[in-house]
């Protein structure tokens, strides 16, 4: 084997510190195969040695939690034996490289983490940051992601129901591809990765190894520079179709109780499953990697283990039941093999060959990787937004605003995803929240994913509570109860200390949030060093949010129903139109604090909203949040195909009244004469819907169909380029 060097060691992505600190673990110099297997699982994907310590802060329990983060997927009751299981992570650095395949693979691995537990999986969301509309990638990459998730999703047969797409500048270079699965299972069905029973075996299943996605999670854990073309070979390539048939496999042999623990092979492949699996269990595990079925001639061990090919998984089973679970998975035409076996020594050791080619003690590798304490300085407050003109045709701007790139319709996308699939998508794309019926049911799930970078830019404690509080937000204007979030934590290189304070200053805003709003984090993935040459990324703390319709024909939806319902506007009114994007799009600039988030305002109106969609009478219910009061009417009117009469709050300027994203509002509709009762938040009559314009009293109207024409016109005119 080649001689390990200082270049050797970097090229591994692990400082010189860590080097010493591996010597130490066990004793000698390690050889390449055990230097890749500290690689890997050292590296910031898999150890997340610089978040660690302040993930620790965001709350994790609640009576409803059956799971919370240190599994595949975070596992939550909800009711009559029924659990949801859930998950996001990102898939950003392959999908810049290779966007088809680092999109569908994202999406096939985030499936398996939640199919691993026992679940079936129901529904896909994703959370997409691109670049500048007009930079020269954007487009390329745009139709790479989009392709790459609905082939993989639509081919597995699993609906994408919800989703987000941004553009900014700040991923010109690095863009963002964050993907969600929710699925369903039984709540005394559910399967941990947890290696038990000495002498047991250990078996892979699916798809054979190959040499792709070697190094993939080292690659994830660096910055990108000008080689980052070269990086290619580090991207895997995925097979949807073998995924339908592993979990169909997988969930057949988990109706037997053959199954001690399983895991999916994702980052770091047989590595980390193999480690993660036997560190938990506080076992030993021995592997022979001449059993690996592998697809490609002459493989060493070091590109098995490193290998991050698809459509893996890893089992102990109970002894003697290795032929049954062989003909489960013949006869779904995988790969089956005993690899290996539980063992006492609390180590990984390789055979190949007859030789032991590695022989390693696990706490090192896995319990015991680097944490540490990054320097860290706050993010500057933003000074207050100075006097600023005023709009001279609020409808104009409208127009412009709901056909800028973070407003236009999404529909270009969604439509080349298969969100109908299983046929119990009870709203699709285009709303506050995706809801799905958990089968056979009365009961729904709703999910949702947010995040508004550019507040986390400005204030990231804000920003991080504001992320949290949306997607509650958005569930609860479906009628569901939020009951627990998963995250993406997507940021720069956090040896800056600028880039650590926005992760710190994020996590903190967000425990606070899931505190008050009793929502907590169940699972999540951290994704640093997003950036290229230096240039960093906007602080995205992605949120995925998972909540309950005990009765889905209750949920609300956001199109207007009906000519001549009242409007209302639920939640205060200040005008605030820092960091808006009526700031950046009329006017150019990105300043101002964000607006600020009343946790205690949030809950309270939302509960009220909750309430009148469960009792019937409301008929429509949108949260503001995005270019605040008239977009949220023109989106509503836009979806409804229905106009409105309107008159805005009182306010010294129209503008800030109109796009001011004042945070915990949101505007519903009821039929005249509906008595709603007290509200703990300001509650004003607005107007009325009726006729074919959206109109504002002393300020004009426009057509809907005007309104909607400027809406759906950017993603088909920026694609047709």
């Not at 560190?279 to 030993?284: A, L, Q, T």
């Not at 820092?578 to 109106?605: F, N, T």
Request: proline share 7%.
């Amino acid at each position: 084997m080649s001689a390990i060097t200082p270049q050797v060691v970097a090229e591994h992505g692990l400082q010189p510190e860590e080097y010493d600190r591996i010597l130490k673990a066990i004793g000698r110099e390690p050889n390449m195969l055990e230097l890749g297997i500290f690689s890997v699982m050292w590296s910031e994907h898999c150890s997340y040695k610089s978040s660690r310590l302040h993930l620790a802060k965001l709350p994790t329990k609640a009576p409803w939690v059956i799971q919370g983060p240190g599994e595949n997927a975070g596992v939550i009751d909800i009711g009559d034996g029924d659990a949801a299981i859930f998950k996001m992570e990102s898939h950003n650095h392959p999908s810049f490289i290779e966007p088809y395949q680092g999109a569908a693979t994202g999406v096939g691995g985030i499936m398996r983490d939640v199919f691993t537990m026992g679940a079936r999986p129901v529904a896909n969301l994703n959370a997409l940051r691109f670049g500048a509309a007009d930079h020269p990638r954007t487009r390329h990459l745009l139709r790479g992601v989009v392709a790459g998730i609905g082939g993989y999703g639509n081919c597995v047969g699993v609906p994408t129901v919800g989703g987000e797409v941004n553009f900014h500048p700040a991923y010109n270079c690095n863009i963002l591809v964050n993907a969600m699965t929710v699925g369903l299972a039984r709540t005394d069905r559910i399967f941990y990765s947890a290696a038990a029973g000495i002498g047991n075996p250990v078996v892979y299943v699916g798809s054979k190894t190959g040499r792709d996605g070697i190094h993939g999670a080292t690659m994830a854990s660096a910055e990108f520079d000008e080689d980052s073309e070269s990086k290619r070979p580090t991207v895997q390539v995925g097979d949807p179709f073998m995924e339908k048939l592993l979990i169909e496999a997988c969930l057949e042999l988990m109706a037997t109780d053959a199954i001690v623990a399983i895991q999916d092979m994702g980052a770091a492949g047989l590595t980390s499953s193999s480690v993660e699996m036997a560190s938990k269990g506080g076992v030993g595990i021995k592997l022979v990697m001449d059993n690996v079925p592998t697809r490609e001639e002459g493989m060493t061990p070091y590109e098995m283990m490193l290998s991050e090919s698809q459509e893996r998984m890893l089992m102990i089973l109970k002894p003697g039941r290795e032929a049954e679970a062989e003909k489960i998975f013949r006869k779904w035409e995988l790969d089956f093999a005993v690899i290996g076996e539980v063992t006492d020594t609390g180590r990984l050791q390789l055979e190949w060959q007859g030789e032991m080619v590695c022989d390693l003690p696990l706490d090192p590798i896995g319990e015991d990787a680097p944490k540490y304490d990054r320097p860290w300085v706050p993010t500057p407050r933003r000074a207050p937004l100075g006097e600023m003109a005023d709009s001279t045709d609020l409808l104009a701007d409208l127009v412009a605003l709901v056909g800028a790139p973070d407003l236009a319709s999404r529909r270009w996308v969604w439509e080349q995803y298969d969100h109908m699939v299983g046929c119990d998508t009870v709203q699709r794309p285009g709303g506050d929240a995706a809801v799905v019926r958990v089968h056979g049911t009365k009961k729904a799930l709703a999910m949702s994913v947010d995040c508004t970078p550019r507040y986390c830019h400005a204030d990231p404690f804000e920003g991080g509570k504001q992320a949290i509080a949306e997607t509650w937000r958005n569930i609860t204007a479906v009628g569901a109860t939020p009951l627990a979030v998963t995250d993406c934590m997507n940021f720069a290189a956090p040896t800056r200390p600028e880039i650590m304070g926005q992760f710190v200053q994020c996590i903190e805003g967000m425990a606070e949030a899931c505190k008050a709003l009793d929502y907590p984090v169940v699972s999540g993935n951290v994704s640093l060093y997003n950036e290229t040459e230096g240039q960093g990324i906007l602080p995205t703390p992605g949120i995925g949010g998972v909540g309950l319709l005990t009765d889905w024909e209750k949920s609300a939806g956001v199109a207007f129903r009906a000519e001549g319902e009242d409007i209302w506007l639920v939640g205060e009114t200040r005008g605030h139109l820092g960091q808006s994007i009526w700031l950046r799009e009329i006017h150019g600039l990105e300043d101002g604090p964000p607006p600020p988030v009343d946790l205690a305002a949030e809950r309270a109106a939302g509960d009220w909203v909750r309430a009148r969609i469960q009792e019937g009478s409301v008929t429509a219910v949108h949260d503001l949040s995005d270019g605040g009061l008239l977009v949220g009417l023109a989106e509503m009117a836009m979806a409804g195909g229905i106009g409105a009469t309107v008159t805005l709050p009182e306010g010294p300027h129209r503008a800030a009244i109109a796009f001011g994203e004042d945070q915990g509002r949101y505007v519903i509709t009821a039929k005249p004469g509906t008595a709603l009762p007290p509200c703990p938040v300001p509650l004003t009559r607005i107007g009325t819907t009726g006729g074919a314009a959206l109109a504002i009293e002393g300020g004009g109207s426009r057509a809907v169909a005007e309104i909607k024409a400027a809406h759906e016109a950017f993603l088909p005119a920026l694609m047709a380029r």
